[in-house]
T-cell receptor, first 113, second 110 residues
């Protein structure tokens, strides 16, 4: 039982490059989330998926797209990376979202030059 | 003004001291979460509560819904408790989202 896994752990991009962050959970959770964490700020929700086949915008969705590929996997795509997207990205999952404990992945540290 | 405010931002204490971290929020909520972020960056959930008090080992979380305030207490603190403690709330708006505080950085000195 691996919990929530994320790949890659670290990534450096140049401005304008694209990439996809992968997230998978093996706990049969319905809800999955992508957050970003920046110094001096709380975790901010980028996108979430309340169930397979649905996605919704969070607080800071601009510049990102997501795909809920199946119940296990939820990917985050940066189509044209910008320095403002330099951050640590966390994926999380939960049985019923904010009504239950959320389980976090180890994070991806992304630097955009 | 942030919807979730934590205090203090930083706290340094000696091993064995009783620790209190505070969280105040300005909106109606249905649940409040306390999380711990390790120095290595990993985040784990400690508590979820909507009323009263919960205890797990040396950690105690309380919430006062009327005053919109929660506290996280650590008894007999230990250097391994050094971490960032984060408060998050689920509002009453009927969606799945959590709103997070900026965290309290706790350092316990041996």
């Amino acid at each position: 039982n691996a919990g929530v896994t994320q790949t890659p752990k670290f990534q450096v991009l140049k401005t304008g490059q694209s990439m996809t962050l992968q997230c998978a959970q093996d706990m049969n959770h319905n809800s999955m989330y992508w957050y970003r964490q920046d110094p001096g700020m709380g975790l901010r929700l980028i996108y979430y998926s309340a169930s397979e086949g649905t996605t919704d915008k969070g607080e800071v969705p601009n510049g990102y797209n997501v795909s809920r590929l199946n119940k296990r996997e939820f990917s985050l795509r940066l189509e044209s990376a910008a320095p403002s997207q330099t951050s640590v990205y966390f994926c999380a999952s939960g049985p019923r979202g904010g009504r239950d404990t959320q389980y976090f992945g180890p994070g991806t540290r992304l630097t955009v030059l | 003004k942030n919807e979730v405010e934590q205090s203090p931002q930083n706290l340094t204490a000696q091993e064995g001291e009783f620790i209190t971290i505070n969280c105040s929020y300005s909106v109606g909520i249905s649940a409040l979460h306390w999380l711990q972020q390790h120095p290595g960056g990993g985040i784990v959930s400690l508590f979820m509560l909507s009323s009263g008090k919960k205890k797990h080992g040396r950690l105690i979380a309380t919430i006062n819904i009327q005053e919109k305030h929660s506290s996280l207490h650590i008894t007999a603190s230990h250097p391994r408790d050094s971490a960032v403690y984060i408060c998050a709330v689920r509002t009453n708006f009927g969606n799945e989202k959590l709103t997070f505080g900026t965290g309290t950085r706790l350092t316990i000195i041996p």
